[in-house]
């Protein structure tokens, strides 16, 4: 059975950073192309970033290039994202996400990916 299990939101200052954790059992990180999304009141799920199998390719939504990071820790078998320079639009539940076999086109799509964990709050004071 597989479990994603999501950490670290919180309450910042706009400017501020945080570090989300998303906790894998079930499934191997380092075999599973891992993702967050998120989605804030009223709007649809969106695609943040997405780390290939292996590790070796990450990918970013425009709107946190340069400010967020993905990571895997295959030791401790968790995905984690680091955000930094947050602004309130970045107020959001963020969600972690895995897949066996992410395809690149269709990666920031909802649809792509297998499994999900139950999402982490994240709120960006102004």
Same mark, same amino acid.
């Given at each position: 059975?597989?479990?994603?299990? &999501?950490?670290?939101?919180?309450?910042?200052?706009?400017?501020?950073?945080?570090?989300?954790?998303?906790?894998?059992?079930?499934?191997?990180?380092?075999?599973?192309?891992?993702?967050?999304?998120?989605?804030?009141?009223?709007?649809?799920? &969106?695609?943040?970033?997405?780390?290939?199998?292996?590790?070796?390719?990450? $990918? $970013?939504?425009?709107?946190?290039?340069?400010?967020?990071? %993905?990571?895997?820790?295959?030791?401790?078998?968790?995905?984690?994202?680091?955000?930094?320079?947050?602004?309130?639009?970045?107020?959001?539940? $963020? $969600?972690?996400?895995?897949?066996?076999?992410? %395809?690149?086109?269709?990666?920031?799509?909802?649809?792509?990916?297998?499994?999900?964990?139950?999402?982490?709050?994240?709120?960006?004071?102004?």
């Amino acid at each position: 059975q597989v479990q994603l299990t &999501e950490s670290g939101g919180g309450l910042v200052q706009a400017g501020g950073s945080l570090s989300l954790s998303c906790a894998a059992s079930g499934v191997t990180v380092s075999r599973y192309s891992m993702a967050w999304f998120r989605q804030a009141p009223g709007k649809e799920r &969106e695609f943040v970033a997405a780390v290939k199998q292996g590790g070796g390719q990450r $990918y $970013y939504a425009d709107s946190v290039k340069g400010r967020f990071t %993905i990571s895997k820790d295959n030791a401790k078998n968790t995905l984690t994202l680091q955000m930094n320079s947050l602004t309130p639009d970045d107020t959001a539940v $963020y $969600y972690c996400a895995a897949d066996g076999s992410m %395809i690149v086109s269709t990666l920031s799509l909802v649809y792509q990916w297998d499994y999900w964990g139950q999402g982490t709050q994240v709120t960006v004071s102004s």
